[in-house]
């Protein structure tokens, strides 16, 4: 099965600054059509998670474009280029690569 | 838009079966794949199985095997997932998510299912 890793598991950030969350996989997630397959979610405090980026880099439906999605093979990255404060929550990572999906632990990003 | 809502809560005493509903509107039922996952109180999300409502093929997670049934309704537009021999471990939130390609880009609210004796 493949293992995911994020770190760190717990962000604090300022509202108005940059912050990144790490995500590793202990197989490669890209797919022989040239995707890596790892997408990034975030569960808002009662609520259902949503997506926010998918195939590693791509921006969901009305996400902000200050998150962005990066990384490839084992190594992907989260990035808010401003941290407003409607993005607390948890942010999860997950791969659809191959069954059983998984995703990582979560990374909480407090303000 | 596309829309998944889920049936409301349970409390199963350990051993009972539960089945939890997902009514999908919005979108044509039959045309993408449904995913569940469950998240146990205080923990992350864990994928369980996915269903064809076209085929009605399944893909369980090994750990699920035999725990889990995933149908559907197409008259309805309603997918289910029914799991067996409740133990209190099974206590979580029960979300469905629609895959568009490789990503689950619409949930349900979630099903809370509670085990207790």
């Known amino acids: 099965d493949i293992v995911m890793t994020q770190s760190p598991l717990s962000l604090p950030v300022t509202p108005g600054e940059p912050a990144s969350i790490s995500c590793r996989s202990n197989q490669s997630l890209l797919h022989g059509n040239g995707y890596n397959y790892l997408d990034w979610y975030l569960q808002k405090p009662g609520k259902s998670p949503h997506l926010l980026i998918y195939?590693?880099?791509t921006r969901a439906s009305g996400v902000p474009d200050r998150f962005s999605g990066s990384g490839s093979g084992t190594d992907f990255t989260l990035k808010i280029s401003r941290v407003e404060a409607e993005d607390v929550g948890v942010y999860y990572c997950m791969q659809p690569l191959q069954s059983p999906y998984s995703f990582g632990q979560g990374t909480k990003l407090e303000i | 838009q596309v829309q998944l809502v889920q049936s409301g809560a349970e409390v199963k005493k350990p051993g009972a079966s539960v089945k939890v509903s997902c009514k999908a509107s919005?979108?044509?039922?039959?045309?993408?794949?449904i995913h569940w996952v469950r998240q146990a109180p205080g923990q992350g999300p864990e994928w369980m199985g996915l269903?064809?409502?076209?085929?009605?093929?399944?893909e369980y997670a090994q750990k699920f095997q035999g725990k889990v049934t995933m149908t559907r309704d197409t008259s309805i537009n309603t997918a289910y997932l029914e799991l067996r021999n409740l133990r209190s471990d099974d206590t979580a939130l029960y979300f469905c998510?629609?895959?568009?390609?490789?990503?689950?880009?619409?949930w349900g609210q979630g099903t809370m299912v509670i085990v207790s004796s």
């Open positions: 269903f064809n409502p076209d085929s009605g093929d399944t």
């Open positions: 919005g979108y044509m039922f039959i045309g993408y794949h």
């Open positions: 195939l590693a880099s």
């Open positions: 998510a629609r895959e568009l390609g490789s990503a689950f880009d619409s």
